[in-house]
């Protein structure tokens, strides 16, 4: 978890710039190292993140933090991880929490109704991300279906913004159902 976002941040910029597929990211994708700091700095300069999440999307907030005063790439000048609501400074443009909740459950879509107008008032902002708390664990097939479509909803509505599409967390009380819609 401690590289998730800049390695999120610098593949939706490389595939932005290169590709117009998905691209999945996991468990495999870890290491700094293959991420030149040019890469970041450029993703710093045109991403503006927006993470709606509860406790359990802090994860990707904590690891940027754990981030701060990291040295290891090559070209690297200053505290190149360095973050916060606004992008000041050359830091990266997160706004944590730009709105309260999560992915919720069994199709609710509040976040998406959330994300409009959050969207029409900041549209600087061009990466939106939203994180599930338990509602991946204990969802419907429709759901889930709920989720993807109101997903796809928002990508052809706001066309130059990147979703990024998120997995539940790992428990153990609801693995099948949790694997399913992961």
């Not at 976040?111 to 549209?123: F, H, M, V």
């Not at 759901?143 to 066309?159: C, S």
Request: hydrophobic residues 35%; charged residues 15%; glycine residues 10%.
């Amino acid at each position: 978890m401690k590289n998730s976002i800049f390695f999120v941040v610098g593949l939706i910029f490389y595939t932005t710039l290169s590709f117009s597929q998905a691209i999945i990211i996991d468990h495999n994708c870890s290491k700094l190292e293959p991420i030149p700091a040019s890469a970041i700095n450029l993703a710093k300069q045109n991403l503006h993140i927006a993470y709606g999440h509860t406790s359990h999307g802090s994860q990707l907030i904590t690891g940027m933090n754990g981030l701060i005063g990291q040295s290891n790439l090559i070209g690297y000048k200053g505290d190149i991880y360095e973050w916060n609501e606004g992008g000041t400074g050359g830091a990266l443009d997160i706004d944590d929490y730009f709105v309260g909740g999560d992915l919720g459950h069994n199709g609710s879509t509040q976040w998406a109704t959330d994300t409009r107008p959050y969207l029409d008032s900041n549209e600087d902002d061009n990466v939106i991300i939203w994180s599930w708390c338990g509602g991946c664990s204990d969802n419907t097939p429709s759901g889930i279906q709920a989720y993807l479509d109101a997903m796809n909803q928002l990508e052809i509505d706001y066309p130059d913004v990147k979703f990024v599409y998120m997995t539940g967390h790992t428990d153990i009380w609801n693995d099948a159902t949790l694997k399913t819609s992961n």
